[in-house]
């Protein structure tokens, strides 16, 4: 197999072997062998492993030596453990692609068409006939630079231009330093000179030895070394969603990209980047990634729409859409499979109930920027339709003129003008600072969140967390500092308050409790000396395992000793921590056959399973159910209600006689221990979680507690955060008794029984990850309020997978997460701490009110600008502002105004009101109520200086005036007084809530500061330099003094505006609503079915594909840049798309659930560039089951047996696996090639 389907893709190095016993080849043909071939082989090739390692000159116990030299020699022969990423847009692409504004083309050919006729002067006898507007032009000079206002419309066009491609270029920017920090941040433990240390992922070399345990994903291919009760999943890379078990026996090939869901071990790294699994199927799929016609790629698309409508004509089943939108714009579809279509439908249903609306706020956004947008389409024809048949009943009706054809270009000119007229209208009515302010909103809180601790991987995130009504939170490492000491002990039938004196516990006892203390741990798991002089020492490791040893050490026994006495090499079998046993257990051989085993684990749950106890005499008696009550009542309750957490230490010998156990037999092996000692282990509350809990309360957030501890811990620790108050109503219940009572009489979970528990409950204790789920989900399905709740989730196990997916923001622990956790979550909290999330609340509401402000902003500046220009042009025939004019207004208005706006600051007094809720309109009635305000008092002020400006200022008329005539003071004026009522009025808008004090903390923020100040130093620039451009002359003193004076005037104003109560104004209404999902046509949730989410600002996008829009092209290139952000940063998308990745580590990596929803990419509208604009998809659906399912027979939307595996979706696949076929060698069954065959 090896010889024909990978011959593309040899490594150039692949044939010298580097002084190395084997050779790359040799290597990569021998990863792709699975079980007993594998095994075959490396006992035939290599002897065993160890003859491998002898080969590759590493030690499997020591790892590499570390040295530079032989680093760098093995990273030359056998590659980096890098993917290399897509080179990004350059700076001119992004210029090409600002140039592609349909607006700006118009613009552009108007601008073209005015410069060639402004060049044409008809014979000076006929200027005459051509009507009185065409006179009055006296002066040569002044008719030579005629020429002037198309370059300059030109050259405004090229500043817009510039000014969109560099926003999208440093955005771009920002996102790939985003990503590269993320990747900096994976680190992976290896063995090199003997010591385990942390690298780098994309330093792992092949040879090393790489420590992996549960929750890990796997950076490279490898073999395993050792390992205890190893299991995988390998989904991401076979489909099939059983994990599978490792054993050096049966089957030791660990693949890149997979995850350890249960167990521990060692593996020795075997290949690495591209010559690994993961790598080797990328290098597959890059190789058709040539840009290739849309026209082919659209016409596909066409007929298989038209394929799929007629295939539900005829057989009226529902297909298996696994839409395989292969990269040479070939679609391949699957055979629809018959089945019932009742089901299917039902089953639809609940998918679309089930699903994640996503971008709801860019969603509101797209949908007011389309309808401002169609409004401004209107406008401005109307405008061009006026002021055409003012000009010729003027001209032919009134004046009563003939036709002249020498006239003709002079006439053209005036048609000309008005058209320009037009599009300028139309420029300044469409806000397309709107998605940009989104964008560059969310890009500055993600960037200043990395300060406050949050990695934020899904840009969505950030506004969700804004609205979350719910925090779940877990209680170890979150709410406490998850620094565990043991401070309780019930030894030797004693109870003692303090940790025990060595000398008061028997020898005997001693022995055992030091030996199962550090045997029964994961050796990974240390104490190490304090970072500074007199600190406290580190723990590294499980923290739980960690209070242990410190109590060994505390003991004044060397835990070390004993470990290096039996290395983890001679430890016989050993039962990993899972949730479902929640205990550990370690065998040891004894010399003379017999086996001890050592236990521990959650109290209640080991000392059911105990029949005897160690007392004082180093004697074992019998141990009662009886006892068991008294020993729980007196020693477990009493710990668990001062928030200890209470471990058990147990253990049991099998004598000789008894023969060896089937270790397989959990339940037999795991009974008749004898309990050694039951410890409280404290782990104390984090000094600032009860005051951000206080926060959160007073904000709206309603904070719950789910841990796996017993119920008395769990309500000792919530009363300490303040989550329970003293004589509150509120539950605290245990996992069971909420299963009880959420399941109706066939076991089934009812959302009403849901509905009675959820509103009442905080803390939930020894919970199960599938309870978790269930909880998180039955809240965010539920509709007992009248606003959806907005959840927001966190955990750290591999097991909170689910939970963390469902949730409408998951948060994983940065510090104690497993790869799997952060793979599932939206936010990394770096530093795991409660007060963290809290941060993240106030950011998400910081980018809804920077948007509103900027909404208040340009709204304003809209209204007024397009109603100026509006009945200026019917009034006067000509607008009072030019088309340069406006574009400087827009360039004001829209890109600076939303830097300015969009990077406040957020303040604390964010936390003083309630969430808005998902249905909140963008435009509050408050908000209405200052843009008309503001609207109506800045167009009294324009009319007035149009109509009588020239009786106040004494000064000529500038209305009516010819073609081509010189700029006039008096629309000079009316131009700098309308910006100068902008520039004051943008800091009106900094305040949205009806506040007085506008300049509240109006100097920490500097971009604001900087962009007002730099606009008004440009504006006097503009005003008494820009001349014939700009059509403007320079202003006297006295004229700038009262134009600031007016402009000023406006914050007056504002003042007035919000004594006026809201309340008393009725007739305002909101705006800006998004589209509820019950508002969506059935014909478009059709099409939704195969998509995991609802995505808004896809949706109204797809809806508002108007030709004329200024902002659309602009607001794709925004969601564009975003998408593309999102898909590098969520590597969820199995094999998404070869560019967007740049280590393997942020490769497959698909938790570990099944997801039983297809996921096909929906287009953009503009099919320009289908791999950019597919907008990535979180696999939201929620996992029903989370146990590992057998492939279920297909319904509806059948998960394809590779359900990870992208390849097929994304590749020209069908080409390589037809080859293979070609050549007759089948692929071998299990590898990740053979199942890419069977899905096809």
Known sequence: MANNSYSGVKNSTANHHGDFGCSLKDLRSLMELRGAEAIGKIGESYGDVQGLCTRLKTSPVDGLSGQPADIDKRKEVFGQNLIPPKKPKTFLQLVWEALQDVTLIILEVAAIVSLGLSFYRPPDAEREHCGSAA????????????????????????????????????????????????????????????????????????????????????????ILIQGNDLKIDESSLTGESDHVKKTLERDPMLLSGTHVMEGSGKMLVTAVGENSQTGI??????????????????????????????????????????????????????????????????????????????????????????????????????????????????????????????????????????????????????????????????????????????????????????????????????????????????????????????QLIPAAIMDILVLGISVNSAYTTNIMSPEKEGGLPRQVGNKTECALLGFANDLKRDYQAIRNEIPEEKLYKVYTFNSCRKSMSTVLKNADGSFRMFSKGASEILLKKCSKLLTASGETKVFRPRDREDMVKKVIEPMASEGLRTICLAYRDFPVSEGEPDWDQENDILTSLTCVCVVGIEDPVRPEVPDAIKKCQRAGITVRMVTGDNINTARAIATKCGILQPGDEFLCMEGKEFNRRIRNEKGEIEQERIDKIWPKLRVLARSSPTDKHTLVKGIIDSTVLEQRQVVAVTGDGTNDGPALKKADVGFAMGIAGTDVAKEASDIILTDDNFSSIVKAVMWGRNVYDSISKFLQFQLTVNVVAVIVAFTGACITQDSPLKAVQMLWVNLIMDTFASLALATEPPTESLLLRKP????????????????????????????????????????????????HSPPSEHYTIIFNTFVLLQLFNEINARKIHG?????????????????????????????????????????????????????????????????????????????????????????????????????????????????????????????????????????????????????????????????????????????????????????????????????????????????????????????YVEGNKAAGTPSAPGSPLHSLETSL
């Open 135 to 222: 006179g009055g032009v006296e002066d040569d000079g002044e008719a030579e630079a005629g020429w002037i206002e198309g370059a300059a419309i030109l050259l405004s066009v090229v500043c817009v231009v510039l000014v969109t491609a560099f926003n999208d270029w440093s955005k771009e920017k920002q996102f790939r330093g985003l990503q590269s920090r993320i990747e900096q941040e994976q680190k992976f433990a290896v063995v090199r000179g003997g010591q385990v240390i942390q690298i780098p992922v994309a330093e792992i070399v092949v040879g090393d030895v790489a420590q992996i345990k549960y929750g890990d994903l796997l950076p490279s291919d490898g």
């Open 281 to 502: 199927i990328f290098a597959l799929l890059g190789a058709s990634e040539e840009d290739d016609d849309d026209e082919e790629e659209k016409e596909a698309k066409k007929k298989e729409k038209k394929e799929k409508k007629e295939k539900k004509k005829q057989d009226g089943a529902a297909e298996n859409r696994k839409k395989a939108k292969a990269a040479d714009g070939a679609a391949m579809e699957m055979q629809p499979l018959n089945s019932d279509e009742v089901d299917i439908d039902e089953k639809r249903k609940s998918n679309l109930k089930e699903k994640k609306e996503k971008s709801v706020l860019q969603g509101k956004l797209t949908k007011l920027a389309v309808q401002i947008g169609k409004a401004g389409l209107v406008m401005s024809a109307i405008t061009v339709i006026i002021l055409v048949v003012l000009f010729v009943v003027d001209t032919f009706w009134v004046q009563g003129l003939p036709w002249h054809k020498d006239c003709t270009p002079i006439y053209i000119q005036f048609f000309v003008k008005f058209f320009i007229i037009g599009v300028t209208v139309l420029v300044v009515a469409v806000p397309e600072g709107l998605p940009l302010a989104v964008t560059i909103s969310l890009a500055y809180s993600v960037k200043k969140m990395m300060k406050d601790n949050n990695l934020v991987r899904h840009l969505d995130a950030c506004e969700t967390m804004g609205n979350a009504t719910a925090i779940c939170s877990d209680k170890t490492g979150t709410l406490t500092m998850n620094r565990m000491t043991v401070v309780q002990a019930y030894v030797a039938d004693k109870h003692y308050r303090n940790v025990p004196e060595p």
């Open 916 to 963: 808005y809720g998902r249905n909140k309109p963008l435009i509050s009635r408050t908000m209405m109520k200052n843009i008309l305000g503001h609207g109506v008092y800045q167009l009294i002020i324009i009319f007035t200086l149009l109509f009588v400006g020239e009786q106040i200022f004494d000064i000529d008329s500038g209305r009516y005036a010819p073609l």
């Open 995 to 1215: 506040e007085r004090n506008v300049f509240d903390g109006i100097f920490n923020n500097l971009i604001f500061c900087s962009i007002v100040f730099g606009t008004f130093i440009i504006q006097i620039v503009i005003v008494q330099w820009g001349g014939k451009p700009f059509s403007c002359v320079g202003l006297s003193i006295d004229q700038w003094l009262w134009c600031t004076f007016l402009g000023f005037s406006s914050l007056l104003w504002g003042q007035l505006i919000s004594s006026i109560p809201t309340k008393s104004l009725r007739f305002l209404k909101s705006a800006g609503h998004g589209t509820q999902r019950q508002e969506i046509p059935d014909e478009e949730l059709e099409d939704m079915e195969e998509m995991e989410e609802i995505d808004h600002a896809e949706r109204e996008l797809r809806r508002g594909q108007i030709l004329w829009f200024r902002g659309l092209n602009r607001i794709q290139t925004q969601i564009r840049v975003v998408n593309a952000f999102r898909s590098s940063l969520s590597p969820y998308e199995g094999l998404e798309k070869p560019e967007s990745r740049s280590s393997i580590h942020n490769f497959m990596t698909h938790p570990e659930f099944r997801i039983e929803d297809s996921e096909p990419s929906i287009p953009l509208i503009d099919d320009t560039d289908a791999e950019d604009d597919a907008p990535t998809k979180r696999n939201s659906a929620s996992p029903r089951n989370v146990t590992p399912t057998p492939p279920s027979p297909p319904l509806s939307p059948t998960p394809s047996p590779n359900q990870n595996n992208n390849a097929v979706d994304s590749g020209n696949n069908h080409l």
